[in-house]
């Protein structure tokens, strides 16, 4: 079975820095894109960045500048760096990626979610 865990939410005040991070276990055979996604109340989830395994990065245009995503391949993890927060980055951020994963002799690839971890900016 294969999972994505991530960990680094909290409570921070506007123009503070907080670091998520996203590791990814189980019969892992090889990991595509990663990305990050955040979801705030009564919004649909919106893609915040993503990045390949080549090393290729890609951002929204409201966080352009002020997050950074990057990735360890040789530990399975994916981390969003922000900085300069502002109350409207308040969301639940959720970690996706693309994997294939081995069962047996059989491998599959497949889209991964992480739990979510909530994200708070006060002004």
């Known amino acids: 079975q294969v999972q994505l865990v991530e960990s680094g939410g909290g409570l921070v005040q506007a123009g503070g820095s907080l670091r998520l991070s996203c590791a990814a276990s189980?019969?892992?055979?090889?990991?595509?894109?990663m990305g990050w996604y955040r979801q705030a109340p009564g919004k649909q989830r919106e893609l915040v960045a993503a990045?390949?395994?080549?090393?290729?990065?890609d951002y929204a245009d409201s966080v352009k500048g002020r997050f950074t995503i990057s990735r360890d391949n040789a530990k399975n993890t994916v981390y969003l760096q922000m900085n300069s927060l502002k109350p409207e980055d308040t969301a639940v951020y959720y970690c996706?990626?693309?994997?294939?994963?081995?069962?047996?002799?059989?491998?599959?690839?497949?889209?991964?979610w992480g739990q979510g971890t909530q994200v708070t900016v006060s002004s």
């Open positions: 990045i390949t395994s080549g090393g290729t990065t």
């Open positions: 189980g019969s892992i055979f090889s990991i595509n894109a």
């Open positions: 996706a990626a693309d994997m294939t994963y081995y069962s047996g002799s059989s491998y599959y690839e497949d889209d991964y």
